[in-house]
């Protein structure tokens, strides 16, 4: 059998040990091919059950009763499962605000840390919103700052020696995704920490393509920060509460930018004068969002059974299963790589580039275009980003999705759309 025959795609599924964790999701549309978990997770069944009696008992009969029977504590069992999963000890992570939030809060933390250093570095694949938090953190620090980008010379990955370049004694802050959103290249996140290191600088991850996606150790990196969201490959749902990280021996000298009651020594004292709680509660600003922090423990439950060993092996195997099928079916019709092609450098979404990225992207998320309807989802400006989500993405899945782009692109189905991007793409 070749792995280009659809009888392969349906027998890997067969064989795949993690396959039955798809039907815990909910598909009301089984004809619906979904790719897009690394950008919106899919909701698992159980969450719908536990947010109803979260709303309908703990809200609606036990009301305020319900912040001393576990409310209160809910933030810290959530940060406590998601904790092994980036590698780190349960009092080191808190579930807080946003991701964007949670980089200004660490950002600031450490540029009043390193007073008198003067650059922070990033990389030009970066999320935009990290670097404007960053440009904005300049700003408040009365722009005495720097901000310099490692250049990507093929807009995929940025190479070491790159990123060593930018580093010098006088850097502040070293702030990098761990996997890049449009690309999904890694970096080798020790070396990059060690490195960084060296040169005095502080380190701030953000997992947010790379939690539930990848294995992750911020201990055994030495990491200093992290943060990361939990509606991608996490399925917490849409703008679900984010996560931060602050390895135990800095979190005394560190502070918040945001001195707010939660974060305080003893919230219910209602003492006027701040003083920030001990470790890395004091991260924490107002109260936390229980029905978004309930919705995402059945994921995290999820996740621990699959393992996310297992879950990365079936993403791997899979990434490799759609790189073939684009050399043997797409490559030819004007599709080229836009992840790297290496395991170790790649997170858990391929990018495929053609110049008609945008309308074949409306032509298979539209239904009458005809066959399968997938959901991929498109970054500007020239990339189809197909989302591998082990535990739901199947191996047919994959193989419907490129036989779907090839009769869109050797048809020209695309033609049919206006160029115009659409508000959320
Ligand atoms: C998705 C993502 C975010 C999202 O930030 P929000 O504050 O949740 O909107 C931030 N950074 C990276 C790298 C992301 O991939």
């Known amino acids: 059998m070749e792995f280009y025959e659809r009888a392969y795609a349906s ?25 897009d978990g690394n950008s919106l997770g899919m909701l698992p069944g159980a969450t719908t059950e536990k947010l109803q009696n979260v709303i309908a008992n703990e809200w609606g009969n036990q009301l305020i009763r319900s912040w001393n029977q576990g409310w209160y504590e809910r933030s810290k069992e959530i940060a406590g499962k998601l904790a092994p999963l980036i590698g780190a ?99 080798d996140m020790k070396a990059v920490t060690q490195m960084a290191h060296n040169k005095g600088a502080m380190v701030l991850w953000d997992l947010s393509h790379a939690a539930g996606a990848v294995p992750i150790n911020l201990n055994a990196c030495n990491a200093d920060m992290a943060i990361g969201c939990t509606y991608k490959y996490l399925n917490g749902g849409p703008g679900s509460i984010a ?54 423990e059945p994921a995290l439950d999820m996740m621990h059974e699959a393992g996310i060993e297992r879950l990365r092996e079936k993403s791997l195997a899979q990434s490799r299963f759609l790189l073939k099928l684009h050399n043997h079916f797409l490559e030819s019709l004007g599709f080229g790589l836009g992840s790297p092609e290496k395991d ?11 110049h008609e990225a945008c309308r074949i992207c409306k032509a298979l998320i539209d239904p009458d275009t005809g066959g399968k309807t997938v959901i991929p989802d498109f970054r500007e400006p020239d990339n189809i980003r197909l989302g591998i989500t082990p535990l739901y993405t199947s191996y047919m899945d994959i193989y419907e999705a490129v036989i779907q782009i090839k009769m869109i692109a050797e048809q020209k189905l695309y033609n049919r759309f206006s160029l115009q991007r659409e508000k959320v793409t």
């Open 344 to 354: 170790a450098e790649r997170g858990s979404h391929i990018s495929l580039r053609h």
């Open 89 to 187: 000890r349960p009092d080191e992570v808190i579930m807080a605000d946003s991701t964007s939030v949670n980089l200004f809060k660490l950002g600031y933390a450490a540029l009043r840390l390193q007073t008198g250093k003067k650059a922070l570095v990033s990389d030009e694949l970066n999320f935009p919103s990290d670097i404007y938090v960053l440009q904005g953190l300049i700003d408040l620090f009365g722009n005495k700052h720097e901000l310099r980008l490692a250049k990507s010379p093929d807009g995929i990955g940025v190479t070491i020696e790159e990123l060593e370049h930018r580093l010098s004694d006088d850097t502040a802050l070293l702030s990098l995704s761990h996997v890049a959103f449009k690309s999904a290249f890694m970096y």
């Open 11 to 35: 027998y890997q599924d067969e064989t795949d040990e993690l396959n039955h964790f798809r039907e815990r999701f909910v598909m009301s549309d089984p004809g619906l091919i979904y790719l």
């Open 243 to 296: 996560f931060l990280y602050v390895r135990k021996d800095l979190q005394e000298r560190l502070y918040s930018p945001i001195w707010g009651w939660f974060g305080q020594n003893d919230p219910f004292s209602f003492s006027l004068d701040y003083k920030p709680a001990e470790g890395i509660q004091r991260f924490l600003a107002g109260t936390p969002p229980v029905l978004s922090l309930s919705a995402i």
